[in-house]
């Protein structure tokens, strides 16, 4: 049976007429009949094209201010009706409807509008109706009608109709319905997700039509894709394709840098009301991170990146081998001849020197990513069993605000500064977790471990590896201790502060070998699993 079809005839309404001109005027060579609505039909008579005004096959105007055009029988009998059963054939003859092989539709931009911040009467005027419908019908009837449903398939219809003269096979139709059904479900969620944005439907509905096939997965053997707009977070500079690891190491490194990034913001807001010096101002802003495995293995705070990042990797350059890099302030030229001397897989910041970028892609592969100012989703989704966990974010970074002294020794001035840099490692690092930090510098942690003890002597094990002493040394804890054999070690080894969210029904323990000791300890109130 042949099941390829010419087009004979098309009913266009859309939004955007952005590369529609050369559709229609191919679709005009081939005798083709146009209906149309509103604009689009201007927009064909302008082109000195001929054209049906739906109106004129209804019988009814476009009425309620535009709202109800194409919702009639006569347009949706002619997309529709099955060519092969005689009973609509019959029908079609009897009410006098027109055939319509072709529909092309490109929807109102609801989340373009949503985006734009416009007042919810004109978000709710954004919400298509007769072109959502339209979509439906077209890719329902798929075995007669071709439906084009955005302005993204503009240029395969076109392809199509050129090469193959106005006609379409059974694949090319059912192949423009799964994307138009594609379309149809992500403007509906979009939609949902803005009802329910103030709700509390314990309903998930996610869609995203950016999808990009990975070269493997986790391990070579697993398939991968990321789905996302990976451009409108980074500027892809140089490098290979950024793997499925390098994809989540990028995403820890994003979000670890981002506990630092208000040390540059504030700095902006100094120079702009007390007209400091510049340079002067920037003394303890410039961050840099080394990550690898989600967890970062070495970060520190210096005046000047070039010092920060020496120092970052000092802490561990054995793992640095292979990392993921990332800075909250530009890379300059005496920076990138450092990073240079590292393999590395990727380095991320907010602008490079051009002459550093020229250094860094001596390296054919490594990946070299401008990082732009963007905001994280506000929650996380990731599958659990035959289905998946969401929650809010955890945006609460400790400041000094939230620090309680629950021992008779306060803490330093140095030390809550150190107390608070670790802290913010501690966050962004796999429970259960300790770090160690010293004048900006994380010295050494334990990350991953089963119990508290073991990420501690982990810790005091990898800074004994790579010569640092803990003498003075801040520790950060992940959530509380049940016991005081944590603050005990970590005193043995030098520790002379600590930093954690309390809350253990044993706290007194801890806080009296602290008092005993000499030892100052805050509480936050927060506690910081990463699992």
Known sequence: MNTTKTIQSALISVFSKEGLEPIIQKLHEQNVIFYSTGGTEE???????PVIPVEDVTSYPSILGGRVKTLHPKVFGGILNRQDNESDVQQMKEYNIPQIDLVIVDLYPFEKTVASGASEEDIIEKIDIGGISLIRAAAKNFKDTVIVASVDEYSLLLELISNQNGATTL????????????????????????????????????????????????????????????????????GKELSYN????????????????????TLKHDVQTLQHDVQTLQCNVSTFAILKHNNACGLATRTTIAEAYNAALA??????????????????????????????????????DQEAIAILQEKKNRIILIQKETSLSPTTVRTCLNGVLVQERNNITDTKADLKTVTTTAPTNQEIEDLLFASKICKNTKSNTIVFAKNGTLIASGTGQTSRVDALLQAIEKAKTFGFSLEGASMASDAFFPFPDCVEIAKNAGITAVIQPGGSIKDQLSIDYCNENKVAMVFTGTRHFKH
């Open 43 to 49: 927009f064909i008579k302008n082109l000195g094209i």
């Open 315 to 352: 802490c561990d350059p054995t793992s640095a081998f292979g990392g993921v890099l990332i800075a909250n302030t530009k890379i300059d030229v005496p920076t990138a001849t450092e990073i240079n001397k590292l393999f590395c897989e990727v380095v991320i910041a907010p602008s490079f």
């Open 246 to 265: 390098n994809l989540l190491d990028v995403d820890a490194a994003v979000n670890l840098i981002a506990e630092f990034k208000n040390d540059v913001q």
């Open 171 to 238: 694949v090319n139709r059912k192949l423009f319905a799964l994307k138009a059904f594609n379309v149809t479900s992500h403007y509906d969620s979009a939609i949902f997700n803005y009802f329910n944005k103030n709700h509390d439907e314990t309903v998930l509905k996610i869609s995203e039509n950016n999808g990009q096939v990975l070269r493997y997965g986790e391990n070579p053997h697993q398939k991968g894709f990321f789905f996302g707009d990976f451009e409108a977070m980074f500027t892809k500079l140089h």
